[in-house]
């Protein structure tokens, strides 16, 4: 009896160091993915402020 314990104690500390692995591994792609947004998100306001220069000379 006593080894089915120390089974289900080692089985579920294996399953809690997968969930952290994959928690850190979604927490870098949130990251990555971040990162990724506002650099879109810096060239769209570039963008934004070259076409409102380039109506602003036109007018």
């Known amino acids: 009896m006593s ?3 120390v089974a289900a104690v ?3 500390t294996a399953g ?3 969930l952290g692995a ?4 979604l ?3 949130v990251r990555a993915l ?3 947004v506002d650099a879109a998100s810096r ?3 570039e963008a934004a402020g ?3 220069a380039s109506a602003a000379g036109r007018s």
Request: no cysteine; glycine share 4%; hydrophobic share 80%.
């Open 27 to 29: 927490w870098l792609d």
């Open 3 to 5: 080894w089915m314990l």
């Open 43 to 45: 060239a769209l306001a």
């Open 22 to 25: 994959l928690a850190v591994r």
């Open 34 to 36: 971040a990162k990724g």
């Open 16 to 18: 809690l160091l997968v």
């Open 50 to 52: 070259d076409l409102a």
């Open 10 to 12: 080692l089985l579920a």
